[in-house]
C-alpha cells in the first residue's frame, strides 16, 4: 500500500450547536482536535488535513504544525467539508475522521482501511464496536449498525437492531455500535456528495443511510471500543475520567 494512497480529513467544525468551541476544548492539556490529528498521523496511513469554518481553529492547527484548511460555512455536514479540502489531493482513498473523537486509535483506522482494501466490491468502509451495555442499545444517540456473515453493513438505526424476537433461538446474538467514521474510494465521495438527502437519511438523521439507499456498499471492520466521543460538555467529563483511569493503568 502506497502511503500516498489515503489522505486523512478531520472536519473540526467549531460552531458546533450542542458544544460550541468543542474542537478547542482542552482534555489532558491538549485541546481535542488535536488528539484525533496525534492519532491519524500514528497511523501512517497518508497525509493528514484538518479542515474546518473557524480562523480559530485555523490557527491552532497551523500552531501545532498540522497541515488546516478553511472551509465554506456553508458545507451542510462533515462530509461536505471533506470533499472540498480534498479537491486538490490525487489519493484514492479519502478517510473522514471525526474531530470530536479524541481517543480514537491508529489501529482502528487501519483496521477499518485493511477491510475495505480486502472488500473491492465495496465503496466506503467504517467500523464497529461490540456493545456491552444495555443502556447503548436503547440509547438512540448509540448508532447500531446490522451487517451480514462478511462484514457489509446491511442497515444502521438509531433504534435497537436486529431486533430479538423472544422465539428466537439466537438470543445472544450481539448489538453493534457504529463508529462514526468513513473511508470513501475517490469516485464514492464524489457520487455521494451528488445525492440529495435519502428519505431514510432524513427520517433516522443518519448519512450513511443515503449510501445504503443509492445502492453503494459499506463495509465494516469490528474493533475494540476506542473511548467516549465529545458531543456535549457533560462528554468532556466523562472523558477526563476515561483518560484518568487509562493512565493508571
Known amino acids: 500500500m502506497d502511503k500516498k494512497d489515503c489522505l486523512i480529513v478531520i472536519p473540526a467544525r ?3 450547536q450542542r458544544f460550541p468551541g468543542k474542537v478547542l476544548a482542552k482534555l489532558g492539556g491538549r485541546p481535542v482536535v488535536q488528539w484525533c490529528w496525534e492519532a491519524a498521523v500514528r497511523s501512517g496511513l497518508g497525509e493528514v488535513v484538518i479542515a474546518t469554518e473557524h480562523e480559530k ?3 491552532f492547527a497551523r500552531s501545532i504544525g498540522a497541515r488546516a484548511v478553511l472551509t465554506s460555512p456553508r458545507c451542510q455536514s462533515g462530509t461536505d467539508r471533506v470533499h472540498e479540502a480534498a479537491r486538490g489531493s490525487r489519493a484514492k482513498f479519502i478517510l473522514n475522521m471525526q474531530g470530536d473523537e479524541p481517543f480514537m486509535t491508529a489501529a482502528i483506522l487501519k483496521k477499518a482501511f485493511r477491510k475495505l482494501l480486502a472488500s ?5 468502509g467504517t467500523a464497529c464496536v461490540r ?10 444517540n448509540c448508532v447500531k449498525v446490522a451487517m451480514n456473515s462478511a462484514g457489509r453493513a446491511l442497515y444502521f438505526s438509531r433504534w435497537p437492531i436486529p431486533f430479538h424476537h423472544e422465539l428466537s433461538d439466537l438470543k445472544a446474538l450481539p448489538y453493534y455500535k457504529h463508529c462514526g467514521f468513513y473511508i470513501y474510494r475517490r469516485a464514492a465521495l464524489e457520487r455521494f456528495v451528488t445525492l440529495k438527502p435519502s428519505r431514510l437519511e432524513r427520517l433516522e438523521r443518519l448519512e450513511q443511510l443515503r449510501a445504503l439507499e443509492d445502492g453503494m456498499r459499506i463495509a465494516v471492520a469490528e474493533v475494540p471500543p476506542p473511548g467516549p466521543a465529545i458531543d456535549a460538555p457533560a462528554d468532556l467529563r466523562a472523558a477526563e475520567k476515561y483518560l484518568a483511569k487509562r493512565l493508571k493503568k
Open 57 to 59: 481553529v485555523l490557527a
Open 14 to 16: 467549531y460552531g458546533s
Open 131 to 140: 456493545i456491552s451495555d444495555p443502556e447503548d442499545v436503547r440509547n438512540p
Open 120 to 124: 473491492p466490491d465495496c465503496h466506503i
